[in-house]
């Protein structure tokens, strides 16, 4: 018997993220995905997962092994590709605030840790912020995720050249569910 | 360099009868560009209130013939109909008189309200949220064309 669980309810713990099963989309012809198999796929990035205890419903917990610290230098170092435009500083655009960088490291390291993605390109943006971009594998699909010096932050994904979705990020999950609609196919 | 006697004023008045199949001309350099979709690159996009040239009254080459302009520039294109992607923004001609680089064609985007038709003239500096600017600069770099590369 089903039952609607808040994941408010359930416990954190640290390097698992959990999700309602629902959320996502399963592949129901490979086997290997249901019941308690400790590894699923969506998408290409690979999940160990494990049920919750004690809790007789469809959560589960997920996790991507990464290493954090490697992931904040090279997000850092692809920053350090692209220098401020000289012509937006003419212009009066300002450059990205170390508060706005540092959210924007934070950012790309949670995404690395929950969906293993690496950006392609970290730079600044015109909008006085920071731009993360991220491709899929057959170059047909991106994800933008921009974080300004105010500290708001917002994401579009395009497919073939059209807009597939694009959100203000409010909450942390506004930014999950924006990945997962990138990865999923 | 001396502007060509197409961009002078001439005493001409603004003209705000644009069709949505009529371009508008914006310069870019190279640092700009994006190889992966030949595009430019979202981030480079600046909305709203930047300036175009109108294909009416101008070429693509004209967009160095202004203030900072440059003999490297390129230059990229995309429709009035674009412009007014999802009724939020609109052109509005917007001539400048200045001695040294006259553009009867110059052309601001402009942010609209909801309530407001794409034949309404904008003030400039409205706010937007950063959501609704980013998919509007995001449709621009999916649907605009190079006219011309710029130089390295």
């Given at each position: 018997m089903e039952q609607a669980i808040s994941t408010s309810a359930v416990e954190p713990e640290p390097g698992w993220f959990t999700v309602p099963e629902t959320s996502y989309k399963h592949d129901v012809s490979n086997p290997e995905?249901?019941?308690?198999?400790?590894?699923?796929?969506?998408?290409?990035?690979?999940?160990?997962?494990?049920?919750?205890?004690?809790?007789?419903?469809?959560?589960?917990?997920?996790?991507?092994?990464?290493?954090?610290?490697?992931?904040?230098?090279?997000?850092?170092?692809?920053?350090?590709?692209?220098?401020?435009?000289?012509?937006?500083?003419?212009?009066?655009?300002?450059m990205p605030t170390l508060q706005c960088k540092k959210n924007m490291v934070s950012i790309a390291t949670q995404i690395y840790e929950q969906f293993g993605l690496l950006p392609v390109q970290v730079a600044p943006s015109v909008e006085e912020g920071v731009m993360l971009v991220y491709w899929n594998k057959s170059k047909t699909r991106n994800l933008k995720i921009e974080v300004y010096n105010t500290l708001e932050i917002a994401g579009v994904i395009s497919a073939n050249s059209k807009i597939i979705n694009c959100l203000d990020i409010e909450y942390n999950w506004d930014l999950i569910n924006l990945i997962v609609k990138f990865v999923e196919k | 360099m001396p502007v060509p006697k197409h961009l002078l004023i001439n005493g001409r008045k603004e003209d705000q009868s644009f069709s949505n199949k009529d371009r508008l001309y914006r310069s870019f350099s190279y640092d700009e560009y994006e190889p992966i979709q030949n595009t430019i690159q979202t981030r480079t996009i600046k909305f709203p209130d930047f300036s175009c040239n109108w294909d009416r009254y101008s070429f693509p080459i004209d967009v160095r013939y202004r203030l900072n302009g440059s003999d490297k520039d390129g230059c990229f294109s995309f429709t009035v109909g674009i412009s007014r992607f999802n009724n939020c923004a609109t052109p509005v001609h917007n001539p400048i008189d200045n001695p040294e680089f006259p553009n009867y064609s110059h052309t601001e985007v402009r942010a609209l309200r909801d309530s407001e038709g794409t034949n309404y003239l904008p003030p400039r500096k409205r706010k937007l949220s950063k959501g609704k600017k980013l998919a509007y600069r995001e449709s621009i770099a999916n649907n605009l064309k190079i006219e011309i590369m710029p130089r390295d």
């Open positions: 995905s249901e019941g308690d198999f400790p590894y699923v796929a969506f998408g290409d990035i690979a999940y160990e997962r494990k049920a919750i205890p004690a809790i007789a419903t469809d959560l589960y917990r997920y996790k991507v092994i990464g290493n954090s610290n490697a992931i904040a230098l090279h997000i850092e170092q692809l920053f350090d590709i692209f220098p401020f435009n000289e012509r937006w500083l003419a212009d009066g655009i300002k | -």
